[in-house]
Structures are given as structure tokens and as C-alpha cells.
């Protein structure tokens, strides 16, 4: 069973920068992926960045590359989300996910999900 409580989430004008945090009940050694997905009202859930706990590696949609940063804190097992150069379109509920094994971009591969935090990005 894994965890995740997020938070971070809020206002925030285009152009301005966020930082969104997600810590994760990891115990040592565990090998699981780590995801960011966010939900906007009348959408479907879309991925935008994942994590691998061992090794590091990323990957992310294009709508946020170059804009949103994925990383990790093993010491802390928490994973975070920068977000920089926000536009009104990532306006959305933001989720952290989690699943066992390797990385990938379909919310329907994650098994384990927080609650969800609000992101809203004024013009």
C-alpha cells in the first residue's frame, strides 16, 4: 500500500511559477514510478510528468516540457512538481500517482493516488 498526501496548489498569475509536492509512504528499496497527472473541469485526466524512484529518469508531455520540472527527494521520499512560466491552461486539479515498476503515461497504469491539489492560473 502506498500513500501520497499532496500540496502546494493555488492562485497564481500567467507567467508566475508554483511548486507543487507530493510525499510518498516509501520504504527503502521500494522500486516504483512516480506520476503527475492533472484533471480540468469538463477534460479528462491528462499525464505531465513520471518519475522513477531508482535512477531518476523523467519523462514528460509536451504541453509542459521545458516548463515543469519532475524530481525526487529520496531522503524525504517526496516528489515534486516545478512549474514555471504557468499559463490559464494549466488551470486544473493536479494528482500525484503511483505504481510499482517502471514509468508510464496512462493514469490507468497508476494504482495509488492523493487526494489532489488546485492549481488555478489567472490571465
Known amino acids: 500500500q502506498v500513500q501520497l498526501v499532496e500540496s502546494g496548489g493555488g492562485l497564481v498569475q500567467a507567467g508566475g511559477s508554483l511548486r507543487l509536492s507530493c510525499a510518498a509512504s516509501?520504504?527503502?528499496?521500494?522500486?516504483?514510478?512516480m506520476g503527475w497527472f492533472r484533471q480540468a473541469p469538463g477534460k479528462e485526466r491528462e499525464f505531465v510528468a513520471t518519475?522513477?524512484?531508482?535512477?531518476?529518469?523523467?519523462y514528460y508531455s509536451d504541453s509542459v516540457k521545458g516548463r515543469f520540472t519532475i524530481s525526487r527527494d529520496n531522503a524525504k521520499n517526496t516528489v515534486y512538481l516545478q512549474m514555471s512560466s504557468l499559463k490559464p491552461e494549466d488551470t486544473a486539479v493536479y494528482y500525484c500517482?503511483?505504481?510499482?515498476?517502471?514509468?508510464?503515461?496512462?493514469?490507468?497504469?497508476?494504482?495509488?493516488w492523493g487526494q489532489g491539489t488546485q492549481v488555478t492560473v489567472s490571465s
Open positions: 500517482a503511483a505504481k510499482w515498476g517502471s514509468r508510464t503515461a496512462k493514469p490507468d497504469d497508476y494504482g495509488y
Open positions: 516509501r520504504r527503502a528499496g521500494d522500486n516504483y514510478a
Open positions: 518519475i522513477s524512484w531508482v535512477g531518476g529518469n523523467t
